[in-house]
Structure formats: structure tokens, C-alpha cells
């Protein structure tokens, strides 16, 4: 049973270009997170989706940023005229559609996105 | 107020010791709480969840919750310099779904 699969690792885009980041959630898996970590810092929350729908986005910022989860094929988060600021690694977790209590996620290995 | 506060550390302890992580969190409605390692350069891993008031023991883990003090700790018995890593407290109520709300992390070092 294969963990929660991101592409690609490592990522280096020049300014102003546009960065994909894919997740692919654990089998059986229905709800993705999407978390930004900067170096030294936390995990800080993006966006939280069940497929074909986005459940909360507070964490996103409002321009240039979006995520989606398509009924087939993996989670894509996408950064439009990438920033250096945007540098960092972010996180991609699934959880099973089971709200019962204890329900967990897991995580994926991360994509490490570079901006020069 | 933040949903989960943790402390930021760094928390030294001796290999041997017993390590007390600490964690508390603001919504009384929260239900289910994890604790998750993350090693340097690396992503989260899970270590245990409980979302019943008292103790959870797993091998040198034991996860201890308090609704009543809205306090979540994670002990670790006999340290190993292996632990050295940041810690991270997460809770989720059902009320936002499965919503994960985590704190910012404790560095732990354990020192030989």
C-alpha cells in the first residue's frame, strides 16, 4: 500500500514562471492537505480538499495560488508568477473520508520548491 | 489566540531521560489529538493519536490528554540521541470536518 506520493521532489522555477506541485493521497483516501514550511518554521495550513471540492482555503493566499482535487488524478497545487518568497517546502497529506474519532493523516515526502 | 500552542524549545534532555512534551489547544470541541515527529529536512511522521481523557502508551511513547485542562503532553522514556527532532501537536474537531490544526513545533535534542 503505497504512502502518500509527491511530485517532484525538488522544483526550480525562475521568477515570474508557474510551479505544479502533485500529491497523490494514500489509497482509499479522500480528503488532501496542503501545508507550507518554511525553514526553521512550522507547518503552516493552505488548503483542505475532498475530491471536487475545496473545504477550506483560509490558509491560501488570494492571488497567484490554487489548489484542486479532480474526481480522477492527483491533487495539484499551483503557484502562478512564482516569487522568491514562495521558497520553501510544502507538505501534502491525506486522511480517510472517516470523520470517527482517531482518523489520521499522513503525510507525503514534500517537494522542495526553489525560486532564483 | 492560536488553536494549538506548543512550546518552541529547544528541550535538551540527557539519553536516558525521560523527555515531557507539551501541548494545549483552545477549542473544547476538539476531539481526536496527534502527535507527529519530524526530522530535520524531512516531512512529519505519526507517532500516536488519543482522544480519550488519560493515558496511551505505545513502546516509549505515552500520550497523555486532560479535556478538562485542554492540555495534550507526549512523554518518551529512555531517550535515544534517534529522537533528537521537532515535535508537533495536532488536533482536529469534526465539526471542520477532519481539519488538522497544528502547533508550531518543540525541538527536542538528546544529548549522548
Known amino acids: 500500500n503505497a504512502g502518500v506520493m509527491q511530485n517532484p521532489r525538488h522544483l526550480v522555477r525562475r521568477r515570474g514562471q508557474e510551479a505544479r506541485l502533485r500529491c497523490s493521497p494514500m489509497?482509499?483516501?479522500?480528503?488532501v492537505y496542503w501545508y507550507r514550511q518554511l525553514p526553521e518554521e512550522g507547518l503552516k495550513f493552505m488548503v483542505y480538499l475532498q475530491k471536487e471540492n475545496i473545504i477550506d482555503e483560509s490558509g491560501m493566499p488570494k492571488e497567484r495560488f490554487s489548489a484542486e482535487f479532480p474526481k480522477e488524478g492527483p491533487s495539484i497545487l499551483r503557484i502562478q508568477q512564482v516569487v522568491r518568497g514562495d521558497s520553501a517546502a510544502y507538505f501534502c497529506?491525506?486522511?480517510?473520508?472517516?470523520?470517527?474519532?482517531?482518523?489520521?493523516?499522513?503525510f507525503g515526502q514534500g517537494t522542495r520548491l526553489t525560486v532564483v | 489566540q492560536k488553536e494549538v500552542e506548543q512550546n518552541s524549545g529547544p528541550l535538551s534532555v540527557p539519553e536516558g531521560a525521560i523527555a515531557s512534551l507539551n501541548c494545549t489547544y483552545s477549542d473544547r470541541g476538539s476531539q481526536s489529538f496527534f502527535w507527529y515527529r519530524q526530522y530535520s529536512g524531512k516531512s512529519p511522521e505519526l507517532i500516536m493519536f488519543i482522544y480519550s481523557n488519560g493515558d496511551k502508551e505505545d513502546g516509549r511513547f505515552t500520550a497523555q490528554l486532560n479535556k478538562a485542562s485542554q492540555y495534550v503532553s507526549l512523554l518518551i522514556r529512555d531517550s535515544q540521541p534517534s529522537d533528537s527532532a521537532t515535535y508537533l501537536c495536532?488536533?482536529?474537531?469534526?465539526?471542520?470536518?477532519?481539519?488538522?490544526?497544528f502547533g508550531t513545533g518543540t525541538s527536542l535534542t538528546v544529548i549522548p
Open positions: 495536532a488536533v482536529t474537531r469534526t465539526n471542520t470536518g477532519n481539519q488538522f490544526y
Open positions: 497529506a491525506s486522511s480517510r473520508i472517516d470523520r470517527g474519532l482517531g482518523t489520521e493523516a499522513f
Open positions: 489509497k482509499g483516501h479522500s480528503h
